[in-house]
């Protein structure tokens, strides 16, 4: 199998004539999330970058399934299917495989993604398919009015868990770097600025490209993500950048360093010798540092978290290949070839013998 | 010397690992080149290689060829060639008086005959006494004829079924080269296993010309069939042949998303291969994926379909909904076994019907078809296309198992003269529209507008929460969800303008009977009446294709007959739709053996019938 003359996630797509502007993005639909939603924002960043991405709008499509985020469809004027609970990479499989001229957007929640989809979720990962997954991490079930989901800490307090939660939550990006994801990153709502770079690069990406980002929900979960918001955030984002040592919190206090058995654990930066503090490295093709960094975000209450692009590699697109599969064997008239195989190899007169 | 039959049927038997299927499969070839009608009934086990020996691990192949125009691979067999004692003991029970039996005499060791559960053995205990019996060691003979190939002891033995094959091709005068040629293909890679199986071929022919045992050759003409190329055809194999050639009419990408499940994979199988004519499949993660898949590709502008079976179809229904809620066209093929749940996954049966018609929440109609034949797959896969596509909606074509693995001669196509399909997409906005409306519809046939990601101008969004009526936007408006559910029903009910009517056959013009059918009961309901009515009795027989809606006319069909029988292999699901729909009382004569309805049974019943029906009106006349 070699790999598809193709390079990033937009190859492909028709560029616009015209620039756009994030205006160009916004339907004439309401929009209809709580107020003070995370939802707001990530889609007034997504909008944004849309715009910016400099293909055609008509070439992009959001596909969606069930939840709060999967309303965001209907307020992006572009092509878009709002559809059914877990579905939609299995919609968008179908779609970015048969149409290789779009930009494909699944907009998915902790249980969209992670419960009822989880199937989908991971083949489309393992495939590798030319199209962006955004997970919307409130760590609550929002439409269905607050029961606890699958990204919940053990012993979540819910209307479906009045004594607490009894299973243990999934982390996304260690889900995703099992899934053998080529893209792997993660975002906080309210930091557009960090938000727009991570879509950027997703949208850039052959491939499928996970990004989970951080929402909160004021209604049912308000306040999960505090510690990685507002002042405190400096002293638990551990933000990632290509290619620089990983340190953070005020004046780079903090560091991440190896661990026994392929971990990393956080250290005083103070205590350790420079050398020692790893190198963010996203293009590994061995995934273990990649889920070391997603273990840095512990299963219960928020702590630490990184943020940016834990993974980014090269493999062919299932999609890619599939159409370089059928352009390669397609016959030269595909219309004769199709009568010659009806007519079959072994055939009979009738009305001659 | 020979002798001149009009009919013949053969069943193969052996154990699931001694190629029956493909002995089965060569000798139908072989009959259909010289241009005999045919018909197959493969039955063998879920079980890839049960047990050796034993009953549950018997896999069968039944050929019914004639010189006159066939429709069932019939009931019983005239020829049992039984590869082991299991395979003769599972078939006894099947043959009629005077059975030709030929049995590989190899395994029927002590040790062998306990395993299925017989003290003596049916060879000399008299159980075979009512049959004319040929006792051959074929494993013996089939070992000897590939000496000198350097194959193991039980490679040369599994040579068997080609020897019996030969000797079979012998008997009734069959060619032989096709299956030669066949053999040469097949093993091009290993030749000595190549050139073993034709010399064991080869060795069976001769060993029929040479013995005296089988002095009498028996010849089978071919049968009267329209003028035209032929070719054999499995339902899978039509059926696949028919969506592609609907995707082709209809200049759509034809885009399968599909699960593997017994008994629909092997469209899946040659669909995959297709590749080599541009179709795109999609082998995906679970049977719900495969139909989103085929639905997001719908939405692309392809034509998106899937195929599976009764539990894959369960699976698939919220995508189904999904798909009628936007209007969007999609192929669901539904290749029915024997259910509830894994039910008999190789064993046929009709009784997704009402799933297919109602298994959906909600007010969720859709297009039904059926297939009566093998080779009928084919136009009815054609026609679920085109309603698809002219409608903009799911539409479930039923096939089953039977159909799906059966075979029959087909008259080869010529697509030029298929007429077009015109998907009609919107690539601009209508006269007057600020926005484009998704949702405006066609006059005639409510078919919605459907413009494709990558038209400029008529960006817009569905999705599976109630539309308005034009704009498509989300609405809750308690009459706009009136009208649409209204609507949706009136735009698969109008379908009915494409639907012809049904056409009865009756002789006579006079039946008091009318024997409807639907799906692959075509068949036996055919052989039946046709016995019947050389007794000189009166039937009328109509089949329906289009389950959903119903042929316009079929009211009037159903009234202007005294008595209405509905064969099914199911419950009386079609008996219970046309009680409920037409206030006629239908009789419902239903068989769930995972087996055709056998064709004597049925002719017995409707005799029986009939004759009721005529003495009734005999009785009232006297009595005037």
Known sequence: MTAAPIDGGLAGVPLSLTPL?????????????????????????????????????????????????????????AYGMHSIHGRAPAIATGLASSREDLSVWVVTGDGDALSIGGNHLIHALRRNVNINILLFNNRIYGLTKGQYSPTSELGKVTKSTPYGSLDAPFNP??????????????????????????????????????????????????????????????????????????????????????????????????????????????????????FALSRLTEPGVLQQAPVGILRRVQRPAYDDLLREQIATVRADDPQAALASIIAGPDTWEAGTR | MSKQLNRVVIRFAGDSGDGMQLTGDRFTAEA?????????????????????????????????????????????PDVLVAMNPAALKANLKDLPKGTVVIVDTHDFTPRNLKKIGLATSPLTDGTLSAFTVHELDLTDLAQRAVEGFGLTRKDASRTKNMFALGLLSWMYSRPTDGTERFLAEKFAKKPDIRDANIAAFRAGYAYGETTEAFAVQTVVNPAPMPPGRYRQVSGNLATAYGLMAGASKAGLQLFLGSYPITPASDILHELSKRKDVGVMTFQAEDEIAGVAAALGASFGGALGVTTTSGPGMALKSETISLAIMTELPLVVVDVQRAGPSTGMPTKTE?????????????????????????????????????????????????????????????????LDAIPPIAPGFATELADGDPHFLPYRRDEETLARAWAVPGTPGLEHRIGGIEKDALTGNVSYDPDNHERMVRTRAAKVAGIVRDVPDLEVDDPSGEAKLLVLGWGSTYGPITAATRLIRKTGRKVATAHLRHLNPLPANLADVLRSHEHVVVPEMNLGQLAQVLRAQFLVDVESYSRVRGLPLSIAELEEHLTATIDRLEGAVDAKEEAR
């Open chain 2, 350 to 414: 009709q009784a997704d019907l009402l799933q297919a018609l109602h298994g959906r929440h909600g007010e969720a109609p859709l297009p039904v078809l059926a297939a009566r034949s093998s080779s009928d797959c084919f136009d009815t896969a054609l026609e679920a296309c085109r309603i698809a596509v002219t409608y903009r909606t799911p539409v479930i074509m039923l096939s089953d198992g039977y159909l799906a693995n059966g075979a029959e001669p087909w008259r080869i196509p010529n």
């Open chain 1, 173 to 290: 990006l260690s889900v995703a770097l099992g899934a053998e994801a080529t893209f792997v990153a993660r975002a906080v709502d309210s930091d557009r600025a960090q938000l727009a770079e991570v879509l950027h690069a997703a949208a850039q990406h052959r491939g499928a490209a996970f990004v989970e980002i951080y929402q909160n929900c004021p209604i049912f979960n308000d306040g999960a993500f505090d510690t990685v918001k507002g002042p405190e955030s400096a002293e638990t984002l551990i933000p990632l950048r290509h290619g620089e040592p990983i340190t953070f919190g005020a004046d780079g206090h903090r560091a991440v360093v190896r661990d026994g058995f392929g971990g990393l654990r956080v250290v005083e930066t103070a205590t350790v010798d420079p050398s020692e503090i790893v190198i963010h490295d996203e293009t590994l093709t061995d995934p273990s540092y990649a």
């Open chain 1, 21 to 77: 502007n994030r205006k160009d993005m916004v339907s004439d639909q309401e929009v209809r999330w709580c107020p003070g939603c995370g939802d707001y924002a990530i889609l007034s960043t997504f909008q944004q970058v849309a715009a910016d991405l400099g293909v055609k709008r008509e070439n992009i499509v959001m596909i969606s399934g069930i939840g709060c985020s999967s309303r965001f469809p209907y307020y992006v004027d």
């Open chain 2, 32 to 76: 259909a080149s010289l241009g005999n009608d045919i018909a197959t009934l493969p039955n063998f086990p879920a079980e890839i290689r049960a047990p050796q020996g034993t009953l549950p691990g018997v896999s069968s192949f039944q050929l019914h060829f004639a010189d006159f125009d066939i429709v069932t691979p019939g009931d019983t």
